[in-house]
């Protein structure tokens, strides 16, 4: 079964650092891209990273130079790193894959979810 | 990256269309035919119910379908059905090679 599951999720204080996970099972991470979407409570979605087959990364701009996208082939595991933690971090964090057809063809939407893990940024 | 915009709120009665509309620039939908919607109804996680604009995964009923004129891209929701109260977003692939979210509309059905 094709599943995401995502962990790493806490309290932290501002400015201090976190990274969380997200196991993959049924496929293989680093054949897919695979992106972190956030949601703060009651708010929409927004889309924070992704990275690609082939290494590259991007970053939205409310996180860019302070978050890390990247996997862990010998886990099939997705990461994030987050540093300098701010209280507009505060979110439920979701990772998900793209969608990819029968013959490895990729298309631009994301097919595949995890639970989310919760991150909340307060003193 | 300013998000999309989309409509707060749309409702129909059973059986009725709805349509909810996301529009964006010449940055992110107004370039590509990358544009793809999902529906989350409350405490879960997005479902992707159309991608590429107008094409639907499997499992998605024909009853959801999408289309794009120039900086607006369109999901309407034929048939509406009770289990279609959700919250809808929007999303396109950006020049940045970026990715970007509508502020997302909330479906009710009468």
């Known amino acids: 079964e094709v599943q995401l599951v995502e962990s790493g999720g806490g309290l932290i204080q501002p400015g201090g650092s976190l990274r969380i996970s997200c196991a993959a099972s049924g496929f293989i991470v680093s054949s897919k891209y695979m992106s972190w979407v956030r949601q703060a409570r009651g708010k929409g979605l927004e889309w924070v990273s992704v990275i690609y087959s082939g290494g590259s990364t991007y970053y939205a701009d409310s996180v860019k130079g302070r978050f890390t996208i990247s996997r862990d082939n010998s886990k099939n595991t997705l990461y994030l790193q987050m540093d300098t933690l701010r209280a507009d971090d505060t979110a439920v964090y979701y990772c998900a894959r793209g969608y990819y057809d029968s013959n490895g063809y990729y298309y631009y939407g994301m097919d595949v979810w995890g639970q989310g893990t919760t991150v909340t940024v307060s003193s | 990256q300013s998000a999309l915009t989309q409509p707060p709120s749309v409702s129909g009665s059973p059986g009725q269309s709805v349509t909810i509309s996301c529009t964006g620039t010449?940055?992110?939908?107004?370039?590509?035919?990358?544009v793809s919607w999902y529906q989350q109804p409350p405490g879960t996680a997005p479902r992707l119910i159309i991608y590429?604009?107008?094409h639907r995964p499997s499992g998605v009923p024909d009853r959801f379908s999408g289309s794009k004129s120039d900086y607006t891209a369109s999901l309407t929701i034929s048939g509406l059905q009770a289990e279609d109260e959700a919250d809808y977003y929007c999303?396109?692939?950006?020049?940045?090679?970026?990715?970007?979210f509508g502020g997302g509309t909330k479906v009710t059905v009468l």
């Open positions: 999303s396109s692939y950006t020049t940045s090679s970026t990715w970007v």
């Open positions: 590429d604009v107008r």
């Open positions: 010449s940055s992110d939908i107004g370039s590509y035919n990358r």
